[in-house]
């Protein structure tokens, strides 16, 4: 019996010195927790750990401007953005973030490097590097360039999209197009005037994004 009670201490003492380790803590509402282990524990799981997800259901981070992380942190945080992913996967895991953890992370992901991704055919290349730099004046839609910088690397709280996965680029546009999941942003009056085949060009560009350009 006194072996049982010693095993079982033992066996709860280690659980607690590795819940109390903050540098490999998965702990999100302990505030002590540094951003980079919060980002190496939790967020690389999907994310991938340098911020260049392999899946595309789960955009890539790395080198994304820290305005736009930090807005889309505190929409997950405040339940202000609702498209399905969103709310499935980071409502709850941004539910206890502090401000300060918040910024933390979006320091840390800016900081990575983006790496290159899957390319596509040339002629989906050359129609989507069309529509992003001069747009499509037919409907009047803007050059996507002027508010995702010519090198398609954000600007402020507009996101890098330069090696995003298409897949994903391509959900978000539709979710743009159809619901108000993600508020307060022009991409709502934009999206609905570009076609299915346009989504694809100008997003295929934007995954296979030239590295020399």
């Known amino acids: 019996m006194k072996k049982i009670f010693l095993t079982l201490a033992i066996g709860l003492a280690a659980a607690s010195s590795g819940c109390a380790n903050v540098e490999r803590s998965r702990d999100l509402a302990n505030p002590n927790v540094p951003p980079a282990v919060t980002a190496v524990q939790v967020c690389s799981i999907c994310h991938g750990i340098d911020g260049n997800s392999v899946s595309p259901n789960f955009p890539r981070l790395a080198g994304q401007q820290p305005a736009y992380i930090i807005a889309q942190l505190e929409n997950f945080r405040g339940q202000h953005r609702a498209d399905p992913a969103g709310f499935e996967y980071m409502w709850g895991l ?48 803007p050059p996507c360039m002027a508010c995702h910088g010519p090198k398609a690397q954000g600007i402020a709280s507009f996101p890098r999209l330069a090696n995003q996965h298409q897949d994903y680029l391509i959900k ?42």
Do not use: C
Not at 108 to 123: E, G, L, R, W
Not at 197 to 208: H, I, P, R
């Open 94 to 141: 941004s539910h206890h973030l502090t401000d300060d953890q918040i910024k933390g992370l979006a320091e840390h992901f800016a900081k990575q490097v983006p790496k290159p991704n899957a390319p596509v055919d040339a002629t989906l290349m050359a129609a989507g590097k069309e529509i992003y730099e001069k747009g499509l004046p037919t409907k009047e839609v």
């Open 172 to 213: 978000q546009l539709q979710v743009f197009q159809r619901t108000n999941e993600r508020p307060n942003t022009p991409m709502t009056q934009v999206a609905h005037l570009i076609s299915p085949e346009e989504m694809e060009a100008v997003t295929g560009y934007l995954q296979a994004f030239p590295n020399d350009k």
